[in-house]
């Protein structure tokens, strides 16, 4: 009996190291979608943006935080965020009480800066947490997700 419980919380101490593991190390690398941009940052921006409207999405603010650090008296390289919003799939999350508070996510975010002389492109992997979610949430940001890709398609390696 003695050998039995050792053997069970072995195995359970394992379990838990290696979930451990699991979060601390790969999930955050998994978090992010990142890619390098065959464009530079300027015509990254500019794809994105005939893009998004290409696909039918709309992008309701464009965050400059180069320009915003600029006015605190910083500097950083460029960087532009923009959101992303296709009403269809916004609404069916906001019309459903029980769905709202996946608003905090919303709209969806990419993001195009510079690093070591290239131009990336990120944005949340949505597609992920998605599967964390509810039947209807993980359809839309599902849904969304791909869409993002599918905008991103025309700028990224």
């Known amino acids: 009996?003695?050998?039995?419980?050792?053997?069970?919380?072995?195995?359970?101490?394992?379990?838990?190291?290696?979930?451990?593991?699991?979060?601390v190390v790969v999930l955050p690398k998994q978090m992010f979608v990142i890619n390098e941009s065959k464009l530079g940052f300027d015509e990254t921006v500019e794809a994105i943006t005939q893009s998004?409207?290409?696909?039918?999405?709309?992008?309701?603010?464009?965050?400059d935080l180069q320009a915003t650090m600029k006015k605190n008296g910083l500097e950083v390289r460029p960087v532009k965020v923009f959101s992303l919003c296709k009403p269809e799939?916004?609404?069916?999350?906001?019309?459903?009480?029980?769905?709202?508070?996946?608003?905090?996510?919303?709209?969806c975010r990419v993001a195009v800066y510079e690093k070591g002389g290239k131009t990336y492109v990120s944005m949340?992997?949505?597609?992920?947490?998605?599967?964390?979610?509810?039947?209807?949430?993980?359809?839309?940001?599902g849904d969304a997700s791909a869409e993002n890709l599918q905008i991103l398609a025309p700028v990224v390696r």
């Open 89 to 107: 799939h916004a609404y069916r999350i906001l019309s459903d009480d029980n769905e709202r508070m996946v608003s905090a996510l919303m709209p």
């Open 1 to 23: 009996m003695k050998k039995g419980a050792a053997m069970f919380l072995t195995g359970l101490l394992v379990g838990i190291g290696l979930m451990v593991v699991l979060i």
């Open 52 to 63: 998004v409207q290409e696909n039918k999405w709309s992008m309701p603010h464009v965050y």
């Open 124 to 141: 949340l992997n949505s597609g992920l947490f998605s599967k964390l979610m509810g039947k209807k949430v993980k359809e839309v940001m």
